[in-house]
């Protein structure tokens, strides 16, 4: 058995580059940018007019000049008017080209006007008011997006601001998930007194497509001639491996002998934790890595936030920060492992993060999950956990 750190330690040495790929960057949402974003032109390209009302000269206004004539009207998109004389103003709207001959915007609001004429009602009007002017926000060439980051819906927008309709993204690893047991069954089965129905699978399935990983699913009874027969197939046609269950010590968890017989690599089995302490972790010389969680919805959970998602974020160069709580009660817990409690977060009046403990009742108690944020990492050496203390967090809400 070995230490969560250490655990850690083994699977982030495993990280690995799936290469890149082009995509239309209209279905780039939840993949991870390769290549920064860099301004086609200047941004904004033009100096652009914020506030719906007239383009005046200021020097016309110091002049104590304070009625002008309307000689035109200027839309958004339109081509700017290129003459206006000190006594004439540009009604203007919002998103227009600033007119060449005017440098000041003076809003509606502080205006009055009839029979053409535009008179303002305000001495409040400072030189160059309302005006976003070209190149403020990002000069041409610039990068404006980042690479190795999520594509959000703002990155899209981003995109489509600067014409890039394709995208070159990272590769995501072929995945499948495995569950196994045969007390597991269908969702749309009606389970018998001594069955479940299948969630793990689905849970993980869900979690990885927020990172637009779309996973294959596989179910396997607890016969290990099977099992050894369809984790080879899954050792040949994917990159990573995720199972659920059969990793434990009972008569029936067979995947640990038949991973051995398919020849792969263990690199460790058991970490010292609650929930999760069954993990094993491997995989095949030139092929994939195999992730497998022992059964119990908690712990698959537990495990997936605490290595998995690590390990994928390191492999697509995602930066991530650590995230800390102060408990807001106190807890005792007496097994001399490091205990992943389930706790709801809050930010408090001083603006920390706060975390209340609702353990639930172990780690078939999945639907625990729904009242709670997070887990919060609670060191091995110690057994009372005071209110006011700091320890990581790993959410799982946003």
């Known amino acids: 058995m070995i230490h969560v750190e250490d655990a850690e330690r083994i699977i982030l040495e495993q990280s690995r580059d799936y290469g890149t790929e082009i995509v239309s960057f209209e279905s780039c949402l939840?993949?991870?940018?390769?290549?920064?974003?860099?301004?086609?032109?200047d941004f904004p390209p033009f100096n652009r007019v914020t506030m719906d009302g007239i383009a005046i000269r200021f020097n016309s206004f110091k002049k104590v000049n304070r009625s002008f004539k309307i000689k035109a009207t200027q839309s958004a998109g339109a081509e700017p008017i290129d003459s206006v004389n000190d006594d004439e103003c540009i009604e203007i709207m919002t998103g227009a080209v600033l007119p060449p001959a005017t440098d000041t915007i003076v809003r509606y609001e502080d205006l009055e006007i009839k029979d053409g004429t535009a008179t303002i009602k305000t001495e409040k009007v400072s030189f160059n008011q309302n005006v976003h002017f070209k190149g403020e926000d990002k000069k041409q060439?610039?990068?404006l997006?980042?690479?190795?980051?999520?594509?959000?819906?703002?990155?899209?927008?981003?995109?489509?601001?600067?014409?890039?309709?394709?995208?070159?993204?990272?590769?995501?690893?072929?995945?499948?998930i495995v569950s196994t047991g045969n007390e597991l069954v269908e969702i749309d089965e009606t389970p018998a007194p001594y069955q479940i129905r299948r969630s793990n699978n689905y849970t993980l399935d869900a979690a990885l497509k927020q990172y637009g990983l779309h996973a294959d699913m596989l179910h396997l009874p607890d016969e290990q001639n099977l099992i050894e027969e369809k984790l080879a197939f899954c050792i040949r046609d994917y990159d990573v491996i995720i199972l659920s269950g059969g990793v434990s010590m009972g008569k029936y968890d067979f995947v640990p002998s038949a991973l051995e017989k398919l020849q792969a690599e263990k690199l460790f089995h058991k970490v010292q934790q609650r929930p999760g302490k069954p993990f094993w972790f491997g995989m095949q010389?030139?092929?994939?890595?195999?992730?497998?969680?022992?059964?119990?919805?908690?712990?698959?959970?537990?495990?997936?936030?605490?290595?998995?998602?690590?390990?994928?974020?390191?492999s697509l160069h995602i930066e991530t920060t650590e995230a800390y709580a102060i408990l807001q009660e106190?807890?005792?817990?007496?097994?001399?492992?490091?205990?992943?409690?389930?706790?709801?977060?809050?930010?408090?009046?001083?603006?920390?993060?706060?975390a209340t403990p609702l353990a639930g009742n172990g780690s078939g108690d999945f639907a625990?999950?729904?009242?709670t944020d997070a887990f919060m990492e609670l060191p091995l050496d110690r057994n009372d956990f005071k209110k006011?203390?700091?320890?990581?967090?790993?959410?799982?809400k946003s």
């Open 30 to 41: 939840g993949k991870v940018l390769a290549k920064d974003i860099r301004a086609d032109r």
């Open 141 to 143: 060439n610039e990068v």
């Open 145 to 176: 997006v980042e690479a190795n980051q999520l594509i959000t819906p703002a990155v899209i927008a981003i995109a489509a601001a600067v014409g890039k309709v394709k995208l070159l993204v990272k590769k995501l690893p072929r995945v499948v």
């Open 285 to 314: 010389p030139d092929g994939p890595l195999i992730f497998a969680f022992p059964g119990n919805p908690v712990s698959t959970f537990v495990c997936f936030l605490r290595y998995f998602l690590p390990w994928l974020k390191k």
């Open 330 to 354: 106190d807890f005792h817990f007496l097994p001399p492992v490091k205990y992943f409690l389930q706790v709801k977060l809050s930010i408090n009046e001083k603006g920390e993060l706060s």
């Open 368 to 371: 625990n999950l729904l009242k």
């Open 388 to 396: 006011g203390d700091a320890f990581r967090v790993w959410p799982f």
